[in-house]
């Protein structure tokens, strides 16, 4: 017998339990169903999920990987690599400059820079985009498939 479970045999089983016939360990769960299986919340000054999200102090840190998640906190300013249709032009909710947006007229395509747009059956052979003008820089190329169609200007605000 181990000194852990020696130690789980004297305390609270609904605080600390230990499954070791599935190498699981519950803190506030007395039906482990992970290696650690938590009942609440935890803290913890930093944290390493699999080999390519760490979690610290200064943030979420997914490598080259995606996070997704049902729902954010907060404004969502200081997201980053978020794709989206216009900008607050403030950041403090409970301005009225929080309601109202501001969004780039034109699509640069910068020079030496190819794209091509397609679209599928699933979204009937449509793309779109906010802006509604579309410039192709020197030596680039900006190509919309054959069957596709492009609609731009889609807020019609331009």
């Not at 049902?70 to 404004?75: I, M, N, P, R």
């Not at 690599?81 to 501001?102: D, E, M, R």
């Not at 395509?109 to 699933?122: F, L, N, Q, R």
């Amino acid at each position: 017998m181990t000194r852990a479970v020696q130690i789980a045999e004297l305390g609270d089983q609904n605080v600390f339990t230990i499954d070791g016939d599935n190498n699981r360990v519950g803190i506030g769960s007395t039906l482990p169903t992970a290696k650690l299986d938590v009942g609440g919340v935890v803290v913890a000054t930093a944290a390493t999920v699999g080999s390519a999200v760490t979690i610290n102090s200064t943030g979420i840190d997914a490598g080259a990987g995606i996070i997704t998640a049902a729902s954010f906190e907060g404004d969502g300013s200081q997201l980053t690599g978020v794709s989206g249709f216009a900008t607050a032009l403030s950041s403090t909710q409970s301005s009225p400059l929080f309601s109202i947006f501001k969004t780039a007229q034109t699509l640069e395509v910068a020079a030496g820079t190819s794209i091509t747009v397609e679209s599928d059956a699933v979204a009937g052979y449509h793309a779109f985009m906010r802006e509604g003008i579309i410039h192709v820089g020197s030596g680039s190329t900006f190509h919309v498939g054959s069957g596709t169609t492009l609609l731009t200007n889609v807020l019609g605000i331009f």
